[in-house]
């Protein structure tokens, strides 16, 4: 009977082709979200060698998931590597154009490269977001464009505007207290820099930077407090050594 009519065998052979196709799709998608959570699972514990490895794995699997391309940004941004993280961050948006994480981590890649511009595009694009969960993020990295602009007064602002969101979120604290230094507002910048400490107890940076403002203002035994509170906190950080840069400078 087949054989009277062709069309039906091919017809047979199309569909099963097709069957065939969607399975493999579907377990070739399958297989690259296990890679996918795993090499996130390793970007969360700072192996961004082994988040790498099964990121890629993912990718030669299923490159349509904007989950997956995120993760790739991640792994190369870690690994030092702006213009691979930008590409995958790009393809994430493109994926995904409401994804305010996926803007909001180009934009740090931005601020690295010191692209002050597209830094601030790049978050107002993710604070654009009206289901962005964690504006403060973006705010903050806000900030700290404007301020490597030397804008400081659109610095502050979103400093200001982070902490709104999230009063005790330190690293706004410290980037607010920093642009009240660059402004020689000591009194301020060392407020904001002490909120910063207190709400972050093991924020090493921020006490490295109270401690070379104490020092700018001659208040050489709260300085000597601070830095020696980074050697505690961060021992083998470069923050630690140059900590102790400034022990030795103050004499003790």
Same mark, same amino acid.
């Given at each position: 009977?087949? @054989? ?11 569909? /099963? ?20 959570? &795993?090499?996130?699972?390793?970007? $969360? ?9 099964? &990121? ?6 299923? @490159? ?7 993760? /790739? ?5 870690? =690994?030092? !590597? ?6 995958? +961050? !790009?393809?994430?948006?493109? /994926?995904?154009?409401? +994804? ?17 511009? =597209?830094?601030?595009?790049? +978050? ?7 289901? %962005? $969960? ?30 709104? !969101? ?28 002490? *909120?910063?400490? @207190? ?6 940076? $921020? %006490? ?13 035994? *709260?300085? &000597?407090?601070? +830095? =020696? ?12 050594? $140059? ?5 030795? !400078?103050?004499?003790?």
């Amino acid at each position: 009977m087949l @054989k009277r009519f062709p069309w039906l065998v091919l017809s047979l052979c199309l569909t /099963l082709c097709l069957v065939s196709c969607v399975t493999n799709t579907a377990d070739r998608k399958k297989q690259a979200e296990a890679c996918t959570r &795993l090499g996130e699972s390793y970007l $969360a514990q700072g192996n961004a060698t082994a988040a790498l490895r099964e &990121l890629l794995k993912a990718e030669a699997l299923y @490159k349509q998931d904007y989950h997956l391309q995120n993760a /790739l940004g991640l792994a190369y941004s870690e =690994k030092g !590597k702006p213009d691979l993280a930008l590409r995958h +961050f !790009k393809k994430t948006v493109a /994926l995904k154009p409401d +994804f305010a994480g996926a803007w909001n981590n180009m934009g740090t890649v931005y601020l690295k490269m010191e692209q002050w511009d =597209k830094a601030i595009e790049s +978050f107002n694009r993710a604070l654009g977001e009206l289901l %962005y $969960a964690t504006p403060h993020f973006a705010l903050n990295n806000l900030g700290e464009a404007y301020r490597g602009k030397k804008d400081y007064t659109s610095s502050i602002e979103a400093y200001k505007e982070a902490l709104q !969101k999230e009063r005790r979120y330190a690293r706004a604290h410290r980037g607010l207290g920093l642009t009240y230094l660059a402004m020689g507002d000591y009194k301020a910048g060392i407020s904001s820099l002490e *909120k910063a400490v @207190k709400n972050a107890p093991n924020f090493a940076a $921020a %006490y490295y930077d109270l401690g070379r403002a104490r020092a700018e203002t001659y208040n050489r035994e *709260k300085a &000597l407090s601070a +830095f =020696k509170k980074v050697v505690e906190i961060a021992p083998d950080s470069p923050f630690a050594d $140059a900590a102790l840069d400034e022990i030795s !400078k103050l004499g003790r």
